[in-house]
């Protein structure tokens, strides 16, 4: 039979009180949604009791990325003022297969499997959050002592028809794919999990509301407190689309050395530095806004806001020294001609043409094998060139010497005759 600890089981320690612009930087800063903000600002404000933070991640791969620090930043502040984190690896829910944004059923993963990338995943919540105050779980714990009835019982709490609202099971219907009972099952699995360990507050990106709504829900029929939900946004990969686990080529992961770090950040589109520049740093608001008006006015030049922006994720993720390097070491390649020992070579005819489509380049350079290689290079956020990210629509001028890079280590210098 499902049972909750009674809501007054809560540790007794007494938390920092933020200031009144800490907090209102916390709530407003790389914030998507606040469900009830009030009540949030009031317990955080408040200082009466130390809060149960959770966020919960899947091990479908074996490392997170910057996209995932965004919420991790904000269990760090919370875990700085005394509240207690608690990171849950889904060693569970990842062997369903979480089917948010997906409009098609995942393969079902291996215990061994998912246990495998977990391993890896506990010192990369440490790059970011600090040991103490906070604690990493299995779900196992709990699910682990689970049986048919408890299955049975939870799935009674919820009705098929709010799962089958959801936007990614009516694109499923519409396509007539197929919804396997364990999909359904996910968003109850991940519910349960605030009623474990008792959560005040869970966090989590804009794709994972409907679950974090559905703890909230469940902890309200079992008596507990309804967890505050705190919603942050997901950050662009290298693509321009929301990073993912699932797209190992388009991320800045935790594990990146220093150098790929700062190339990666130095290749994104310039509209996403204002993104990155709130969501990715650990930068004072005040500077922040800074940046982002000069930009909008044009009064920082573009390349000079991205060196600045890769300089301070690089060192938030390793040191200032390393970033120091990285941006010499990208200073050498891209800005004063010094090519990596194994960068390739191409001459090409500029035929009198002034300007070359970027597949067109990479198919004569036989970078690419054919021009559908050529898009899908392009189309997967791989390709750069003299250090800037390229996509379909673009060109390079016909003349002097360029930089092609594709993946991390490819490089080639193209040189027009």
């Known amino acids: 039979m499902l049972t909750a600890a009674p809501p007054d089981s809560y540790p007794l320690l007494v938390p920092a009180v933020p200031s009144r612009a800490e907090l209102d930087e916390f709530l407003t800063r790389a914030v998507a949604e606040v469900i009830v903000r009030e009540e ?68 079902t993963m ?38 048919l009835r408890d299955v049975i019982e939870l799935a009674g709490r919820f009705t098929a028809q709010q799962m089958l609202a959801r936007e990614e099971f009516r694109k499923r219907m519409e396509k007539k794919t197929p919804i396997p009972i364990k999909d359904l099952l996910y968003p109850l699995l991940q519910a349960y999990d605030s009623v474990a360990i008792e959560a005040d507050i869970e966090m989590g990106g804009t794709d994972q509301l409907f679950n974090i709504l559905a703890g909230r829900e469940l902890q309200a029929q079992l008596g507990q407190r309804p967890q505050q ?3 942050v946004p997901l950050l662009e990969g290298l693509d321009g ?38 969501w990715a740093t650990d930068l004072p608001w005040a500077e922040v ?16 806001a991205k060196e600045r922006l ?84 673009s060109t390079v001028p016909a003349e002097g010497e360029h930089v092609v890079k594709v993946g991390k280590r490819k490089y080639t210098r193209v040189r027009f005759r």
Not at 40 to 66: M, W, Y
């Open 310 to 393: 890769a300089w301070q994720i690089t060192s938030e993720l390793h040191s200032p020294a390393a970033a120091d390097e990285a941006r010499a070491a990208f200073a050498r390649q891209f800005q004063q001609g010094q090519a990596p020992e194994d960068m390739g070579a191409a001459d090409l005819e500029a035929d009198g043409e002034r300007e070359i489509p970027i597949v067109d380049l990479l198919v004569r350079t036989e970078i690419a094998k054919s021009r559908t290689q050529a898009r899908q290079l392009v189309e997967q956020g791989g390709v750069s060139v003299d250090g800037s990210r390229v996509n379909l629509g």
């Open 289 to 304: 806004k800074a940046i982002d008006a000069a930009l909008a006015k044009r009064e920082l030049p573009a390349k000079e």
């Open 241 to 278: 689309e929301k990073m993912s686990k699932s797209k190992p080529r388009t991320g800045i992961w935790l594990t990146d050395p220093a150098n790929d770090v700062f190339g990666k950040v130095m290749s994104i589109d310039d509209e996403l530095m204002p993104h990155y520049f709130e």
């Open 40 to 107: 949030l600002a009031a317990l955080l404000g408040s200082g009466e009791r130390r809060l149960r933070v959770k966020q919960g991640f899947d091990p479908t791969r074996p490392n997170l990325h910057i996209g995932h620090a965004v919420g991790l930043r904000k269990l760090r502040t919370l875990a700085r003022w005394g509240h207690e984190i608690v990171l849950i690896v889904g060693d569970w829910t990842t062997q369903i297969g979480d089917p948010t944004d997906k409009d098609e059923t995942r393969p």
């Open 229 to 231: 939900v705190f919603i």
């Open 110 to 147: 291996s215990h061994e499997q998912v246990l495998e990338n977990a391993e890896t995943y506990l010192e990369q919540f440490h790059k970011v959050v600090p040991r103490e105050q906070s604690r990493v779980v299995f779900q196992s714990e709990w699910y682990g002592k689970f049986g």
